[in-house]
């Protein structure tokens, strides 16, 4: 009789442990969700070791989730913990006899001497916890991969959004002591001091914005916002070029709005100085063939790495940021642009909250891989609607789609052209006419301000003020520019829209 009885009972807990699909028992340590939760309710501190650890998922066990639940709600409630409270808020819940009543909750207490062990109980439930999430998880996809209804990419693209969810929700970093992280730090000082560029980050060549910067420092999230047409790509990509060119730093380039022979057809202008249009035709004069033939060869072997995946979604860029990370040891990493990508997988109520996890997962990424990101970011028309010069420079506010981006930089960097807006001089009557502003809005770890540079828009490149004269053969750069100083003499101007039209051909 004893054994009849026992039997309906075997096959309930099979059929609540079993995993049907691979036949198995799912990870698990009930004897250890016993001891926390014994020690859990003998010593008074003990949830303050555990609370980051484990929630009440984490148990196997369906009762132990419900006592866990009971317990974590005395503590958020900053009430003892012991078994007669544990019973009493269980049965103010409604969930005593459902946890296995007074008495099973008694005896947990009394499989435990102490609480000394709690924390390492505690990452083994928390490993087991994983583990079974990520059965469950490919048992999902390997479902999905057998319905033929369901499209691969979208079930690669979901699959990578929950697996990154997975990833984000339970891994944690350890609180360490300040000793080694203070030795890092005279470390990066003693560095930087040794450098006769005073540098204690990647330079980007640019004089006056290194200035400011004191180069992109690794694990900031760099955002550089314009309006189109201001020249974002034309920027980065001179950046890229003096990083990997000149300092012979591996740099990487994801472009979400160009391919990739577009995006070299624009560094050979730049390289090269050929103008956009003749590259497109390929109608170059003697001369343009020659510098062609001479300097597109500077190009080969730098250590400039592209990916030109459209729509690219922040989980991909994860994956293949940490490969180049670690087969060709990138100093920094340039997205064109950040509203172009998507977090595919994961469900968002607005647009607004997605650009928003985009941005946070940027951040991340940063310093998990410890280099600079630099992300490109459209500004919103805001802009376009005020007046005056000093109307049309961009502010924090006129960041599109979402306060986050702002909130999550370290640096956030706006490009303003004055002659973009048909302002040619400014108060003092100096002549604005390709001049550019980088103005560094934001600086979590330094101070903002405006560096100037001269933009050529022939050749779609920034440069330093003063490098621009030996660029464009011109004998002295005054130190002071005035207004009969104009280095592009063929400018003109639409009348209806104040643009510079040798801006136009070329998208920036």
């Given at each position: 009789?004893?054994?009849?009885?026992?039997?309906?009972?075997?096959?309930?807990?099979?059929?609540?442990?079993?995993?049907?699909?691979?036949?198995?028992?799912?990870?698990?340590?009930?004897?250890?969700?016993?001891?926390?939760?014994?020690?859990?309710?003998?010593?008074?501190?003990?949830?303050?070791?555990?609370?980051?650890?484990?929630?009440?998922?984490?148990?196997?066990?369906?009762?132990?989730?419900?006592?866990?639940?009971?317990?974590?709600?005395?503590?958020?409630?900053?009430?003892?913990?012991?078994?007669?409270?544990?019973?009493?808020?269980?049965?103010?819940?409604?969930?005593?006899?459902?946890?296995?009543?007074?008495?099973?909750?008694?005896?947990?207490?009394?499989?435990?001497?102490?609480?000394?062990?709690?924390?390492?109980?505690?990452?083994?439930?928390?490993?087991?916890?994983?583990?079974?999430?990520?059965?469950s998880f490919s048992s999902d996809v390997s479902q999905n991969a057998f319905d033929e209804t369901v499209d691969v990419d979208d079930l690669m693209q979901e699959a990578e959004g929950k697996l990154f969810e997975i990833s984000q929700r339970n891994v944690k970093k350890d609180v360490i002591q300040i000793n080694p992280v203070i030795k890092e730090a005279m470390e990066n000082i003693q560095i930087a001091?040794?450098?006769?560029?005073?540098?204690?980050?990647?330079?980007?060549?640019?004089?006056?914005?290194?200035?400011?910067?004191?180069?992109?420092?690794?694990?900031?999230?760099?955002?550089?916002?314009?309006?189109?047409?201001?020249?974002?790509?034309?920027?980065?990509?001179?950046?890229?070029?003096?990083?990997?060119?000149?300092?012979?730093?591996?740099?990487?380039?994801?472009?979400?709005?160009?391919?990739?022979?577009?995006?070299?057809?624009?560094?050979?202008?730049?390289?090269?100085?050929?103008?956009?249009?003749?590259?497109?035709?390929?109608?170059?004069?003697?001369?343009?063939?020659?510098?062609?033939?001479?300097?597109?060869?500077?190009?080969?072997?730098?250590?400039?790495?592209?990916d030109d995946t459209p729509s690219l979604s922040v989980f991909e860029l994860r994956t293949k940021a940490r490969r180049l990370v670690r087969e060709h040891k990138i100093r920094a990493i340039i997205i064109d642009y950040l509203q172009l990508m998507n977090a595919s997988g994961m469900n968002f109520g607005s647009r607004e909250q997605e650009v928003s996890m985009i941005s946070r997962s940027l951040k991340?990424?940063?310093?998990?891989?410890?280099?600079?990101?630099?992300?490109?970011?459209?500004?919103?028309?805001?802009?376009?609607?005020?007046?005056?010069?000093?109307?049309?420079?961009?502010?924090?506010?006129?960041?599109?789609?979402?306060?986050?981006?702002?909130?999550?930089?370290?640096?956030?960097?706006?490009?303003?052209?004055?002659?973009?807006?048909?302002?040619?001089?400014?108060?003092?009557?100096?002549?604005?006419?390709?001049?550019?502003?980088?103005?560094?809005?934001?600086?979590?770890?330094?101070?903002?301000?405006?560096?100037?540079?001269?933009?050529?828009?022939?050749?779609?490149?920034?440069?330093?003020?003063?490098?621009?004269?030996?660029?464009?053969?011109?004998?002295?750069?005054?130190?002071?520019?005035?207004?009969?100083?104009?280095?592009?003499?063929?400018?003109?101007?639409?009348?209806?829209?104040?643009?510079?039209?040798?801006?136009?051909?070329?998208?920036?």
């Amino acid at each position: 009789m004893e054994k009849q009885k026992r039997k309906p009972a075997v096959k309930v807990i099979e059929k609540t442990v079993v995993a049907p699909d691979i036949g198995k028992l799912p990870p698990q340590a009930r004897e250890l969700e016993e001891a926390v939760l014994g020690a859990l309710m003998l010593e008074k501190d003990s949830y303050s070791i555990v609370g980051e650890i484990l929630k009440p998922e984490s148990f196997y066990d369906p009762v132990h989730q419900i006592i866990y639940g009971a317990i974590q709600g005395l503590s958020m409630q900053q009430k003892p913990v012991d078994v007669l409270t544990v019973v009493e808020e269980l049965k103010r819940r409604g969930e005593l006899e459902a946890a296995g009543g007074p008495v099973y909750i008694a005896e947990l207490s009394e499989k435990v001497a102490s609480a000394a062990h709690i924390e390492y109980h505690a990452r083994i439930i928390a490993q087991k916890y994983l583990a079974r999430e990520l059965i469950s998880f490919s048992s999902d996809v390997s479902q999905n991969a057998f319905d033929e209804t369901v499209d691969v990419d979208d079930l690669m693209q979901e699959a990578e959004g929950k697996l990154f969810e997975i990833s984000q929700r339970n891994v944690k970093k350890d609180v360490i002591q300040i000793n080694p992280v203070i030795k890092e730090a005279m470390e990066n000082i003693q560095i930087a001091a040794n450098r006769k560029d005073g540098m204690s980050g990647l330079p980007t060549g640019f004089k006056e914005l290194d200035k400011l910067t004191s180069g992109w420092q690794n694990s900031d999230l760099v955002i550089i916002a314009a309006r189109p047409a201001m020249g974002k790509t034309a920027l980065v990509l001179s950046m890229a070029k003096n990083i990997a060119l000149d300092y012979q730093q591996p740099i990487a380039i994801f472009s979400l709005e160009m391919s990739n022979v577009q995006l070299v057809n624009r560094l050979i202008v730049n390289v090269c100085q050929i103008k956009g249009e003749s590259i497109k035709s390929g109608r170059l004069s003697d001369d343009e063939w020659e510098r062609l033939d001479k300097n597109h060869k500077l190009l080969y072997n730098a250590p400039i790495y592209i990916d030109d995946t459209p729509s690219l979604s922040v989980f991909e860029l994860r994956t293949k940021a940490r490969r180049l990370v670690r087969e060709h040891k990138i100093r920094a990493i340039i997205i064109d642009y950040l509203q172009l990508m998507n977090a595919s997988g994961m469900n968002f109520g607005s647009r607004e909250q997605e650009v928003s996890m985009i941005s946070r997962s940027l951040k991340g990424l940063a310093k998990e891989l410890n280099i600079p990101i630099l992300a490109l970011s459209q500004l919103n028309r805001g802009v376009e609607s005020r007046v005056g010069t000093e109307g049309k420079r961009p502010q924090l506010s006129d960041l599109r789609e979402s306060g986050a981006i702002e909130q999550d930089a370290d640096i956030v960097c706006f490009i303003h052209r004055p002659e973009y807006y048909r302002i040619t001089e400014d108060e003092m009557g100096n002549s604005l006419v390709g001049i550019a502003e980088i103005i560094v809005a934001k600086h979590r770890n330094g101070p903002t301000g405006i560096a100037n540079m001269r933009f050529d828009g022939e050749y779609a490149r920034f440069q330093n003020l003063d490098d621009y004269a030996v660029g464009r053969n011109y004998v002295e750069l005054p130190s002071k520019m005035n207004k009969s100083f104009k280095p592009n003499e063929s400018v003109e101007y639409n009348n209806s829209t104040g643009n510079a039209l040798s801006d136009e051909p070329l998208p920036f």
